[in-house]
């Protein structure tokens, strides 16, 4: 027999499996001997006023023979001797695209221009130590795409529950923690998503899947209307009835050979703005209403948002305990974006502050559907130009920025390559600081102590989204006019994030099944 349980406890009554089971055993009505496999369903902290509360759900199950939860395994097939289809991208898309290709029968030949995990690594220990930006292997390019070294936040918007669950099951077959099947606010951590990538990229192999790395897609091969294959960086050809193209919103050149080949592109709106990190320590006294908070209770986050003159400013990508990292994809360009451990036991707090940009925010954007990367481009340019030497970033004391003052100094900060006092408030598009100062101030009101000079702004936080839209068909889900083209994830402009993108690879590759 399986009894569903809810319970609110106290973060130390959460943390401690001692404490919590004979709890749950006890509004069962259960001896705690009774049961043979104890499953906790969900769990989220309630921090809306003091005293911080835990609400977690269990399962608990007196006989084995009830326990309805049991995960499938990934159904690998030999595809090694199936038909092809080629996946240009090892990101969540092109990835959960290949798991998927496999499971239907189909070989997954994938090509990606950067390295494997393990020497991504040193690349992009590099670009803070050396000041250098491999242009195809940094925290961008590389395999397990852009979200490999991030929070690996698994939240999404997208409402196809059983989808999501088998998303966060498949991370967790491959080594990702049990937390994750039950958080409300799921999150793998840097460490523990790059062994995930390794043991996905084996899963794929042993079914007999092909990986290609340091081998760039530079153009289609095409018979009239229809996409046949690709050609490669080293001058090789590749054929195949199908090309899914989960290249990510940041290989611009992808988007510059569409262009030329006539594929049909819409810009789209985006978002920019900067990174804000905070001592850990004060936004856990602010979000846990506490100078001392409970030790039990983790990290803190928060979610803002404030409409100022009509778009949304909000912060982005949290990542609690976590680091800024140099995130730009060429050497004269300064991007910042924000990871985490799994445990997210670093000293600062950090998240995305953007401000919602339409196309009519973006110059150009009615005559050329790439206006919206030049645009990044160029902010990308300048904040490099306001930096220091190297990925040394521009920065700014969060009051200063708000009160158009330069700032004498710097706080202690994650950014390991250095920052620099720059009046960011000055050049800053004067549509984005102007809302941000705004929300800023609001922000400073709803969370007490949030607006000081114990944070610093830190520029630049351009590569949220896509500023490019890859049209696809509704229903075939191919490109415009090329049949056998399938844009797919982020850099197509239809997911965001690391499940939605993956979800979006599995809906492409199972369309794709149906064809072939
Ligand atoms: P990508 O992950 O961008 O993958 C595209 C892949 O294609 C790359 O590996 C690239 O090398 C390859 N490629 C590009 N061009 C070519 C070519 N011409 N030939 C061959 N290969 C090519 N999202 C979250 O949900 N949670 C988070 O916590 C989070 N944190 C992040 C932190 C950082 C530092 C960054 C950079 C991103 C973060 N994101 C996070 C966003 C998330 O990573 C992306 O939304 C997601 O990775 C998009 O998946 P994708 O497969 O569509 O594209």
Known sequence: MAHQIQLTLTPEEAANSEIYIPKFAKKAGINVDD???????SKSIDARKPPVKVNMNAKLYTDIKDHDYIIEPFAAKDVSKASEAIIVGAGPA???????????????????RGKRVGERKRDVAAISTKHYVDPDSNYAF??????????????TRSKKR?????IYELLYLHGAQEEILYESQPHIGSDVLAQVVVNIRQT?????????????????????????GVKLSDGRT???????????HSARDVYEMLQKRGVMLEAKGFALGVRLEHPQELINQIQYHSNEPDPHLPPASYKLVKQVDDRGVYSFCMCPGGFIVPAATANDQLVVNGMSPSK??????????????RTEDIPNAEEDPLAGIRYQEQLEKMAFMNGGQGQVAPAQGMADFVNNRVSADMPENSYFPGLISSPMHFWLPEHVSSRLKIAFKAFGKKMRGFLTNDALVIGLESRTSSPVRIYRDKEALTSFPYDGLYPTGEGAGYAGGIVSSGLDGVRVARKIAETM
């Open 35 to 41: 049961i043979v496999k104890f499953q906790i369903t």
């Open 94 to 112: 092109g990835l959960f695209a290949a798991l998927t290709f496999i499971e239907q029968g189909i070989k997954p030949v994938i090509i990606e």
């Open 142 to 155: 590389g395999e397990g795409g852009a979200g490999t070294f991030s929070d690996g936040k698994l939240y």
């Open 162 to 166: 059983g989808d999501i669950r088998r």
């Open 204 to 228: 794929i192999l042993d079914a007999g899947g092909t990986i290609l790395f340091q081998q760039r897609v530079t153009d289609l091969i095409t018979e009239g209307e229809q996409v046949t």
């Open 238 to 248: 590749m054929a195949a009835a199908a090309v899914v193209l989960a290249t990510g």
């Open 344 to 357: 997210r036991n670093g000293t600062y707090a950090n998240s995305g502050m953007v401000v919602e940009l």
